[in-house]
């Protein structure tokens, strides 16, 4: 994509992938890292949700539904 | 404790881990509760030819020994308890084969736990369609346990399970894991062995989850979590930072093994989920097909459940016309008529709605829609105090609040999940249905607008769902005002993707719950009706014979035929009864709200069920047939003021019973499903005097404002 990568994965574009490199927050990293969404994977933006505050978010293979607090907490690469 | 094997199903959520053990045992699973912590507990004997039986636990889904929701402690609590002989004797790992590398987190730390173990790998069937290539015999070397393919959908492998199962109860010490998986770390050993003494632990693992969970166990002390606390400090360990260091070391040591044992191929975008979702889930169709969906299923409830409930009434018609008939007049044949059997008739009745709407709600969460209506709608919950997952709960309220209220246990936290505990009985569960029913006939007319499109009762009917379900999200709104909490609030909330349903699984659902309401209800309805009669066929001292004397006087003055005799005898010693007496004793406070004093006795029992106030009608106006709608409400419809001759079921007055009945808290069975989930009285006392002071306000104000 563009030369202009984001900082957390709730700055990205709707349907940008990144990796995630970190997480900010330790208590939402044991619960990300819990549904496996670990370091490394590979994240996507897929929609956002009708009445918004969550996206609809692909983290490798895996479909799942994230607060835009919480993808404040995941530091992309 | 006996010395029956038990064996423990564990997993994550979505690994189809209750879809197996519906596979293992079938209907012969009774629900109790684990000790210690009222949680439901699924279990079920099992019975190997040539072995003892051996009893299968169904723990609730969880994906690590770091609980976030309610459910995922009972398990973690229950597999870390300090007795080596209350602990299962072994476990049945389930773990779903196409997302293995997030299933086994969990596993590897049951793994340390040093709990014999067998890894059944589930989806068996999804292999192909994935493109999976497994190499299941390496895997179960590289992991160290017995490891078995199988399909619950299809039951493709179960012989291996079985198998495994035997040789594990045969000798369950050979499956016993020899070493950890996950080494600790220097610091986490330091503070291990400084605690050593005091902790009941197994293992290093087991002792450091113990450290970790300090501050929740139960069997541990005051004095040992503060001994605990102090070597936390002295070492500087810090718990978070910890967990996450331990499932990255986790994963990383996972990753190589999952990724030497399983190929895959197939399509990474584009699958039929996410073809799916980009319509399910849109921004515009996503609500719409949603509003769509609950309408059919609406539809369905009413149109589907009509035949069965039919014939159930008529079952109960003739049972009572047989019992009358066998035993002849008299007071038991009474009881048992009037009381027990119209009664009982009057809650099985309901029985295929409940069945039906389960079957729906069972369905929709079978396929997977739930965590994506969960999805859609969690920002308009949060600005309600609510949590998307809330959705799920008032879905499910509508057939009965208490399975319902049970569902909010996924939502980890604390001020969403008692929240929407306390809202959920708003939602109009199918015991409202017959109360609506009777009462809309005198509240609307039976007419059709829009050139005979829509029904206007029809249109009532479905305003008090819309009013249930607004009260609810605004009593939400009215709590989150006053409840104050620091924990913060999650959503990370799995899609999965969507699958047909297991049938087997959507009937186990009907069939458990549908029982249980049956049962539950019964119970209770067989009580208040042995009551009511009771005390609607006696009173204090002689009264009841001076009115019937009276009565019959009245009616020789009046010249009245034999039938408006009886009916007279009847209201009159209704009257004099402790019955009645009870209803003229809170008649004070209903007058704002334009009841009588026999309106109060059927409101009064119906605070045990709300579908007793039909029965209840039924018993106070002498009708023959309690079952029968139409009898009761031809009846309530010539029910005059005694000193004004005006009717008593006027419009306002029908219009105020249907409000009080959207609101109130009638339904013991939620208060006590509340006061478990919530663990205190608090809770139960809350809800209570709240819905029921909005229920009797809202009436009041609707019959001063139509009268």
């Known amino acids: 994509m563009s030369t202009n990568i984001p900082g957390t994965a709730s700055e990205m574009a709707n349907q940008q992938t990144g990796t995630i490199q970190r997480f900010t927050n330790e208590e939402l990293a044991t619960k990300l890292l819990d549904i496996g969404i670990k370091p490394g994977a590979r994240l996507r933006l897929i929609r956002r949700s009708p009445f918004g505050g969550c996206w609809y978010v692909k983290v490798d293979r895996q479909c799942v539904a994230l607060r835009k607090l919480e993808l404040d907490c995941i530091v992309i690469k | ?707």
């Open chain 2, 1 to 707: 404790m006996n010395n029956q094997l038990t064996i423990g199903l564990v997993g994550n959520p979505n690994s189809g881990k209750s879809s197996i053990f519906n596979l293992l045992t079938g209907l012969r699973q009774k629900v109790g509760n684990f000790p210690g912590v009222t949680v439901d507990k699924k279990s079920a004997q099992l019975t190997l030819k040539g072995l003892p039986p051996v009893e299968i636990i169904d723990f609730p889904g969880a994906y690590s020994c770091y609980p976030t929701s309610l459910d995922e402690r009972v398990v973690v609590h229950a597999l870390i308890k300090g007795q080596i002989d209350e602990l299962p004797n072994a476990l049945l790992y389930v773990a779903d084969v196409t997302k293995l590398d997030k299933h086994l987190l969990l596993f590897s730390q049951l793994r340390d736990l040093d709990l014999p173990l067998i890894l059944v790998l589930n989806m068996a069937d999804l292999i192909e369609k994935d493109q999976l290539k497994v190499d299941l015999k390496q895997l179960g070397k590289r992991l160290g346990v017995p490891t078995v393919l199988v399909s619950s959908r299809s039951g493709e492998g179960i012989e291996n399970l079985y198998a495994a199962v035997r040789e594990l109860i045969e000798d369950p010490l050979q499956f016993r894991p020899e070493e950890p998986f996950y080494a600790l770390p220097p610091l986490e050993k330091d503070v291990i062995s400084d605690l050593r003494q005091e902790l009941p632990a197994r293992n290093d693992y087991h002792a450091l989850l113990m450290v970790h969970h300090a501050q929740w166990l139960d069997f541990i002390d005051e004095k040992k979590r503060h001994r605990i606390q102090q070597a936390k400090m002295d070492r500087g360990l810090h718990s978070l930072r910890s967990q996450v260091n331990e499932t990255m070391s986790r994963y990383d040591a996972l990753e190589p093994v999952v990724y030497d044992t399983i190929k895959r191929g197939g399509e990474e975008f584009n699958t039929t989920t996410d073809k799916l979702d980009r319509i399910l889930t849109h921004r515009i169709f996503g609500p719409l097909i949603f509003l769509a969906i609950m309408l059919l299923l609406f539809q369905a409830l009413f149109s589907w459940a009509e035949f069965p409930m039919n014939g159930i009434e008529w079952i109960f018609g003739q049972l009572g016309d047989g019992v009358r008939y066998a035993l002849g007049e008299g007071w038991l044949s009474d009881l048992l008529v009037d009381g027990v059997i119209a009664g009982l008739g009057g809650i099985l009745v309901f029985a295929p709605q409940i069945a039906i709407l389960f079957f729906l709600v069972s369905l929709l969460e079978e396929v997977g829609y739930m965590a994506r209506a969960a999805f859609m709608f969690d920002h308009l919950m949060q600005r309600f105090g609510l949590n998307g997952r809330s959705v799920v709960a008032l879905i499910s309220g509508h057939a009965c609040a208490i399975p319902a209220i049970m569902s909010a246990r996924t939502i980890s936290n604390w001020k969403e999940r008692l929240l929407t505990i306390l809202v959920t009985p708003l939602t109009g569960c199918s015991a409202r249905l017959p109360v609506y029913t009777v009462l809309i006939g005198f509240a609307v007319p039976a007419t059709t607008v829009l050139g005979g499109w829509l029904n206007v009762q029809g249109l009532a009917f479905a305003g008090l769902y819309v009013l249930g379900i607004v009260g609810a999200i605004f009593s939400a709104f009215l709590f989150k005002l006053v409840l104050k909490t620091p924990e913060r609030s999650f959503l990370m909330l799995e899609l999965p993707p969507y699958r047909p349903p297991v049938w087997r699984n959507v009937w186990n659902n009907v069939y458990q719950k549908t029982k249980t309401f049956a049962l539950e209800a019964g119970k209770i309805i067989i009580v208040i009706s042995i009551l009511l009669w009771v005390m609607s066929s006696f009173g204090p001292g002689d009264k009841m014979q001076m009115a019937e004397q009276t009565a019959t006087e009245q009616s020789e003055e009046l010249n009245l035929d034999e039938t408006a005799t009886d009916d007279l005898i009847a209201a009159n010693k209704l009257e004099a009864s402790y019955a009645g007496h009870l209803g003229k004793f809170i008649e004070p406070v209903i007058t704002p709200l334009g009841y009588d004093w026999k309106i109060g006795i059927a409101l009064l029992t119906s605070f045990a069920a709300r579908e007793v106030f039909i029965g209840t009608m039924a018993t106070i106006y002498s009708v023959g047939h309690e079952e029968d709608e139409f009898r009761i409400r031809e009846r309530l419809a010539q029910e005059r003021d005694p000193v004004t001759g005006e009717m008593v079921y006027n419009q306002a007055t029908a219009w105020s019973l249907l409000i009080f009945y959207v609101f109130a808290m009638m339904c013991m069975g939620t208060l006590a499903v509340t006061k478990r989930e919530t663990n205190s009285w608090k809770w139960p006392a809350v809800q209570f005097f709240f819905l029921t002071g909005l229920a009797y306000f809202g009436a009041m104000l609707v019959y001063q404002v139509l009268s």
